[in-house]
């Protein structure tokens, strides 16, 4: 083939991710070759492509030609379903490419699978990239965050090409080489992490407002559309205001209302948790996201516990704590509320980042991963640029509460923080991620903690030893025998 006919970058995996990306890729000018093992949804992609403004996209019916239609080095991004279909696409790929080409998988793929490509890939002289890519298939399509770890040289072969296509806002475009190894992996499975407290949060906001509050669809629609015209507003609170206002198509009332309350998932949020377990970081907002939803799918199991407790005395008190609540009032301090909690979320998914960064030498820069979800991705917010601030004006930054900007924020809301939290406990209502906000920032803000009676305790019934504050030194007492003594 001459030269000139060939794509400039090939894409394998066309369910709607991998068609979305193949036509943002194509639409921003650069030649694209597709390839999918059920040739459907090749055909599919080109009546896309002519529909769509008849863009570059070349439909391509098997590896060998797929792979042989694109310039060198290739670049051939995959999306498969992560796992074994990601090897077997590699097996099938690779055995036509040639060393200096490049592998780019674009799934939400466990990190360390990535590192094993990684070096797979090296044995036959191939580049490996393991990219995120968040805003789902709206954002594959018009402009998607993408967190693109592995092989330096292999995000500059294609580094022209990912800053068109990502998300662009007014610092640049939302993509930035993330770092070594299987790092672009792992800042996607935790900002899928924060994704999972900040939905926790929202539905807790809402659970407040609509059952202390007594408040209807339709003004949860126009608090959240207020909301999102201040310091909340983000995607996830502007999609909330939406879902309140559409109507059920099969009866009376909104949508939202006869929803199944089972909520679903994909394992990013449980690896999060699991890796910051790992790494001794707290992150007690995004784990009881996690706890949440496991409860959430033990329907059964609640409809029973709540004619049990019932029968064994138990009334909801929603209605007496509910009665004499100012909403205007708890509005505002739901919203407080929300937007600390939302911090202390942030705080604890940066800090898993840097703990990882620093055992695997990535060098993360927390800054510009704040500034790269800015746009595109599922997580966007006004408020990561002032995340990104903080970082640029103290890169060492402990966490972000200790920022003076967000501390004083934190400090101002905290009052109004409490109110929602008592009132929701009050009323029997469960909000685990705001009282796990708000335990991890009375936690981290106390100088003295009781752990010295834990402490005491590891060493009494099994000689852990423990540290002085007045001296230095590791010590032991035989605790249980000098309180005999002493009696």
């Not at 608090?223 to 507003?233: D, M, P, S, V």
């Not at 407080?336 to 960064?357: E, P, V």
């Amino acid at each position: 083939m001459e030269s000139a006919a060939l794509s400039r970058i090939g894409l394998a995996g066309l369910a709607v991710m991998g068609q979305n990306l193949a036509l943002n890729i194509a639409e921003k000018g650069f030649p694209i070759s597709v390839y999918n093992r059920t040739t459907s949804k090749v055909d599919e992609t080109l009546d896309r492509a002519s529909d769509e403004g008849k863009l570059p996209v070349a439909g391509q019916y098997s590896p060998r030609d797929f792979v042989l239609s694109i310039q060198r080095p290739r670049s051939v991004i995959i999306l498969v379903k992560a796992g074994a279909p990601v090897d077997q696409t590699i097996s099938a790929l690779s055995e036509y490419m040639e060393p200096g080409d490049c592998i780019i998988d674009g799934g939400n793929e466990w990190y360390q699978n990535t590192e094993r490509r990684i070096v797979e890939a090296e044995k036959k002289g191939l580049l490996y990239l393991g990219m995120g890519v968040s805003g789902g298939e709206e954002g594959a399509r018009n402009g998607p965050s993408l967190m693109p770890g592995g092989s330096f040289t292999a995000y500059n072969n294609v580094k022209d090409i990912l800053e068109k296509v990502a998300a662009q806002v007014e610092d640049g475009p939302c993509v930035t080489y993330i770092g070594e190894g299987g790092s672009g992996n792992f800042v996607k499975m935790v900002h899928n992490g924060i994704e999972y407290g900040d939905m926790q949060l929202i539905s807790e906001a809402y659970d407040v407002l609509k059952n202390v509050g007594g408040l209807s669809n339709d003004e949860l629609a126009d608090i959240f559309t207020e909301w999102n015209r201040g310091e909340l507003e983000s995607f996830l609170v502007e999609i909330t205001s939406d879902i309140f206002r559409v109507k059920d198509d099969y009866g009376d009332g909104e949508l939202v209302d006869k929803i199944l309350d089972k909520t679903g998932m994909k394992g990013t949020g449980k690896w999060t948790v699991q890796q910051a377990a790992e790494l001794s970081v707290a992150a007690p907002t995004i784990a009881a996201s996690l706890d949440c939803r496991y409860l959430s799918g033990l329907k059964d199991e609640r409809e029973n516990a709540a004619k049990v407790l019932e029968e064994a005395g138990l009334k909801e008190d929603i209605g007496s704590a509910s009665r004499g609540v100012d909403k205007k009032r708890l509005i505002d301090d739901v919203r407080q509320a929300l937007y600390a909690s939302k911090i202390c979320s942030y705080a604890q998914g940066m800090n898993l980042l840097r703990a990882k960064s620093l055992e695997k030498g990535w060098d993360l820069n927390l800054g510009e991963m704040a500034r790269i979800w800015k746009g595109g991705c599922i997580i966007r917010a006004v408020f990561l640029d002032r995340i990104k601030k903080a970082y640029l004006r103290n890169p060492n930054l402990a966490n972000l509460v200790v920022d003076p900007d967000f501390a004083k924020e934190m400090v101002q809301r905290q009052a109004a923080w409490r109110r929602v939290v008592g009132l929701a406990i009050s009323a029997g209502i469960s909000t685990p991620g705001m009282c796990a906000s708000l335990a991890y920032f009375d936690t981290y803000r106390r100088a003295r903690l009781p752990a010295n009676l834990v402490q005491a305790q590891r060493d009494l019934f099994g000689a852990h030893t423990y540290e002085r504050t007045d001296r230095p030194g590791a010590y032991h007492t035989e605790w249980t025998k000098l309180a005999r003594k002493s009696q």
